[in-house]
């Protein structure tokens, strides 16, 4: 089993920064790609962000910019580094992994913006 923690969300204003951290642990045997997405209330979950072993990275055209997802293949950890963040950037954060032909959730973490 794969267990993913995730950390770093909370309440910031327009234009501040946060990071959120996700570290996965248990019965790895390799990671693919890692990434995040978000879903605000009433939206469906879109992908935010994706980083594979080999460091390629995608983002939503939404984020390019101001987002930044990096990886720590050794500590199976990944990154986003929100920069500049607006209201609508208000959602649950979710960590994603890719590993072993399954992928795994972890638990959200919530990130608020507003004045």
């Known amino acids: 089993q794969v267990q993913l923690v995730e950390s770093g969300g909370g309440s910031v204003q327009p234009g501040g920064s946060l990071r959120l951290s996700c570290a996965a642990s248990?019965?790895?045997?390799?990671?693919?790609?890692m990434g995040w997405y978000r879903q605000a209330p009433g939206k469906r979950r879109e992908l935010v962000a994706a980083?594979?072993?080999?460091?390629?990275?995608n983002y939503a055209d939404s984020v390019k910019g101001r987002f930044t997802i990096s990886r720590d293949n050794i500590n199976n950890t990944v990154y986003l580094q929100m920069n500049t963040l607006k209201p609508e950037d208000t959602a649950v954060y979710y960590c994603?992994?890719?590993?072993?032909?399954?992928?795994?959730w972890g638990q959200g973490t919530k990130v608020t913006v507003s004045s």
């Open positions: 994603r992994t890719w590993t072993g032909g399954y992928a795994y």
């Open positions: 248990g019965s790895i045997f390799s990671i693919n790609a």
């Open positions: 980083i594979t072993s080999g460091g390629i990275r």
